[in-house]
């Protein structure tokens, strides 16, 4: 047979095992003409080829998306770098009002106790909006020395208290979130 007679003509494959025809023959099992197949195989390329483009467009749109979540997550960030101490100022923004009240009442005023009543006012009203944002004051008088909290200045011989014990704060210190931004500065005892 040659190459074009091949294509037209049918296949004949023979039967499973024990199955024979009237004669004693095997059987033949016709399978479909080549050009029955290539059209059965154009439908399932078109087939595959339509889950492609669907999948590549699910592809393209969960890009875009991520594209869009990280543009959003790097402006949120940005503004969140931005704005961050919004609250903060908001807050201390009474503070300031009550020292300028407080100079302006000074201006003609001279008993110093009611200006040192609104000083302390002030200053109470400036530490209650430090501790609402985390902001605690390291005030160490009288206690032990603490290297990780307190930072000191000198050395100072005492016989009223026991070594390495603060007994005078220069500065105090400050941690926010019990993390610490200053140590206080102090003046520590030693044996005499």
């Given at each position: 047979?040659?190459k074009?007679?091949?294509?037209e003509?049918t296949?004949?494959?023979?039967?499973?095992?024990?199955?024979?025809?009237?004669?004693?023959?095997?059987?033949?099992?016709?399978t479909?003409?080549?050009e029955?197949?290539?059209?059965k195989?154009?439908?399932?390329?078109?087939?595959?080829?339509a889950?492609?483009?669907?999948?590549?467009?699910?592809?393209?749109?969960?890009?875009?998306?991520?594209?869009n979540m990280?543009?959003?997550?790097?402006?949120?960030?940005?503004?969140?770098?931005?704005?961050?101490?919004?609250?903060?100022?908001?807050e201390l923004?009474?503070?300031?009002?009550?020292?300028?009240?407080?100079?302006?009442?000074?201006?003609?005023?001279?008993d110093a106790?009611?200006?040192?009543?609104g000083?302390?006012?002030?200053?109470?009203?400036f530490?209650?909006v430090?501790?609402?944002?985390?902001?605690?004051?390291?005030?160490?008088?009288?206690?032990?020395?603490d290297?990780?909290?307190?930072?000191?200045?000198?050395?100072?011989?005492?016989?009223e208290?026991?070594?390495?014990?603060?007994?005078?704060?220069m500065?105090?210190?400050?941690?926010?979130?019990?993390?610490?931004i200053?140590?206080?500065?102090?003046?520590?005892?030693?044996e005499?």
């Amino acid at each position: 047979m040659r190459k074009d007679e091949n294509l037209e003509a049918t296949v004949e494959q023979p039967a499973p095992e024990g199955i024979q025809g009237d004669e004693g023959v095997e059987a033949t099992q016709e399978t479909p003409a080549p050009e029955a197949e290539f059209n059965k195989m154009k439908e399932e390329l078109a087939e595959a080829q339509a889950k492609v483009d669907e999948y590549w467009q699910r592809v393209l749109r969960a890009q875009a998306e991520q594209d869009n979540m990280r543009k959003r997550a790097e402006r949120d960030v940005e503004n969140a770098h931005k704005y961050a101490l919004e609250r903060f100022a908001t807050e201390l923004l009474p503070v300031i009002d009550s020292l300028e009240m407080g100079l302006a009442a000074a201006e003609g005023e001279v008993d110093a106790e009611k200006i040192r009543e609104g000083t302390e006012l002030t200053l109470k009203m400036f530490s209650d909006v430090l501790g609402k944002f985390g902001i605690k004051s390291v005030d160490p008088m009288g206690e032990p020395f603490d290297p990780e909290l307190h930072q000191a200045m000198t050395l100072q011989p005492s016989s009223e208290v026991p070594p390495d014990t603060v007994t005078a704060v220069m500065q105090k210190g400050y941690t926010l979130n019990d993390r610490l931004i200053r140590p206080a500065m102090v003046i520590v005892s030693k044996e005499p």
